[in-house]
Each structure stands twice: as structure tokens, then as C-alpha cells.
């Protein structure tokens, strides 16, 4: 299965402190293998989510501060494709833009940016598929939650968090966890 | 089709208010009829949903300030059932939990809260089921998004807005919109 890592761009600390956390954890719950914060440093997202990494298990990686156009040069550099989230792009369920993603075989980097993102991230320069979670504004966090679980089938909810401390139990009614440790 | 509304729980002014408004937004975009803010106003939030429905179309409703326990008793009144998203129900991928609430056949209300939610939350006299959008803790947004998604079975993606003054037309690369007005 092809990995996904996800650049986190246009973070301003503070005003999008919770959002950007989400944003990370999303990643990590929902099957990518890590995130890139670009062109920012925010310590307090870092360890908030080395923290979840540290108890709830599994390997996700977190970097910080690196600028995106090197943080696309790499990632391409290294064979793999660039989704962008927008509301402008080819729409996820009346399109067969998905099928095409899949096609590729490849790894990818999603991008999630904001309103506000640079004109070049619809450039071929930067991505290879302008996709929408519906043409619609709505939130960078639940655009990345479906695209994860559509590109992943839904396995991404099913499998387990290696060295984990602590793990849900799930329950019909109320709230059960084991420690493994 | 059944209608859903969604209950947002926990907000705190300021600290919560991005991110309330991309639930609030999430929840419209992914076809929810309306979201209840209980317990708190939150004016700032109001203005921006109601912004975007005159902007973007379609009808959601937004309510502010009723007590959590009036909004489930009113709704449970009407003949409706109550969904709670939380990483320690049932999960909605590896469980029937999903086929379950759809075979009610019912209008529902999605309760989604925080870490913090009342024990009360997972009690028979609040919720018909407690849903998790896999077993790891990440976001209250990403849930709300995937459980719609799944839901409504993808079709909410495709759904016109009525009255809309502006609308995307999806594109490969590029912003394109046009005015209906």
C-alpha cells in the first residue's frame, strides 16, 4: 500500500494552534505515516503529538519549519505524487479522480492549506491532482479525514497501533481501555 | 432520506472558535441539515455559518445556547435517534454499528463533544449508539466528516445548494466560479 505523508501549510500559531493539532492527529489515526508543518515552527503542536505517538502507539513523523517548495522537491524527488486539497478541485465523488490517484501506484504528499494558499499549488510545478472533498467551503481537517479513508478503504480505522501503552477496547456503552505495558 | 443535525458540545469561546466553525462548516458541507451549540452563544461563530448559507446556499439551520439535555430530549420527542462520536464506541469499520443506525430508518442526532464529554454521553437515556471513527483519539471535525461521508454514502458530495450566489465549477487546476445571482 502506498504511504501518505500530509504538508500541513499556512499555520499561524495560536489563532490555528487546535486546528493544526487536529490536522495531525487526523493524519496519524486515519493511516498517513507523518506530517510536515512548513515554513513554521510550533513546539507545542510537536509535542502534543509525540506525546499521542508515545502512548497510543505506532510510528508517525513529525517535521517542522522546512519551506514547501523544498519539502515538494523532495517528496517528488524521491518518485512520489502531490495531491492538493481544494474546494476548487475535481470533485472526489463525481469525478474519478481517486481512481486516477490510485492508479499511480505511488506515494503521496497531501497538501492541506487554507483560503489563502499560493496560486503555484494548482500548478503542475506542485501537484499532480487538485482534489475537492465537494466544492464547498468547509475544513482542511475533515477534507483530509475523507480523503485518507477513501483512499484507504476504510482499513485505516481497523488496524493497530504498534507499542502502543494504552488501547480502546470499543464498548456499545461507556469507556474501556487496556495498558499493554 | 433521513436528516441529520448535529450537537456540538464542549465549545469554549475563542480557544474552540475555529474549530466549532469548521464543524459547523463540515457538518453543511457533508449534508447535515443544521447544527445546535449547546450550552454557550457564541455570536462570532453564528455570523460566519450564516455568511456562508447566504453565500454558498442550501438551508442549514444554526441554534445557539439551549442546554445539551432539552436538545436530545426535544429531538428524542420527535422521534429521533442519538448518535455519539467517540473513540471509545463502536467502531464504524471493523463493527455493524453504521448498518444498524441506518436500518432505524431515522432522523439522527449527532452528539460531538471533547475528552471531556459527560459520562452521561454513553448512557441508554442519551444515546442510541456511541460511534467511533476508529479507535484512536484525534478529532471531533474528522469524525463528524467521516461518519457523514459514510453516512449519506458519498451522495452528499454531489448535492446542489439551492439559491447559492456564488458556486465552483471543479477544475484540474485553478480557481473557477461562477454567480447565479
Known amino acids: 500500500m502506498p504511504e501518505i505523508v500530509v504538508l500541513r501549510w499556512g499555520h499561524r500559531p495560536q489563532r490555528d494552534s487546535r486546528l493544526t493539532t487536529h490536522v495531525a492527529l487526523t493524519a496519524r489515526a486515519l493511516g498517513a505515516s507523518g506530517l510536515i508543518l512548513t515554513d513554521i515552527e510550533d513546539r507545542g503542536i510537536k509535542e502534543t503529538v509525540e506525546k499521542v505517538v508515545e502512548r497510543w502507539g505506532g510510528s508517525f513523523s513529525f517535521e517542522m519549519g522546512k519551506p514547501w517548495k523544498t519539502a515538494v522537491k523532495e517528496w517528488k524527488g524521491k518518485g512520489g505524487i502531490v495531491v492538493h486539497l481544494t474546494a476548487y478541485g475535481e470533485n472526489i465523488e463525481t469525478s474519478d479522480v481517486l481512481q486516477r490517484i490510485k492508479a499511480c501506484g505511488k506515494d503521496v504528499l497531501v497538501i492541506v492549506g487554507s483560503q489563502k494558499a499560493p496560486r503555484e499549488f494548482f500548478s503542475e510545478a506542485v501537484s499532480d491532482f487538485n482534489v475537492a472533498i465537494g466544492n464547498q467551503p468547509h475544513s482542511e481537517c475533515a477534507s483530509l479525514a475523507v480523503f485518507l479513508d477513501r483512499f484507504f478503504g476504510g482499513r485505516e480505522l481497523a488496524k493497530s497501533f504498534e ?12 469507556k474501556k481501555t487496556a495498558r499493554d505495558c
Open 163 to 174: 507499542k502502543a501503552k494504552i488501547r480502546i477496547i470499543p464498548q456499545k456503552r461507556g
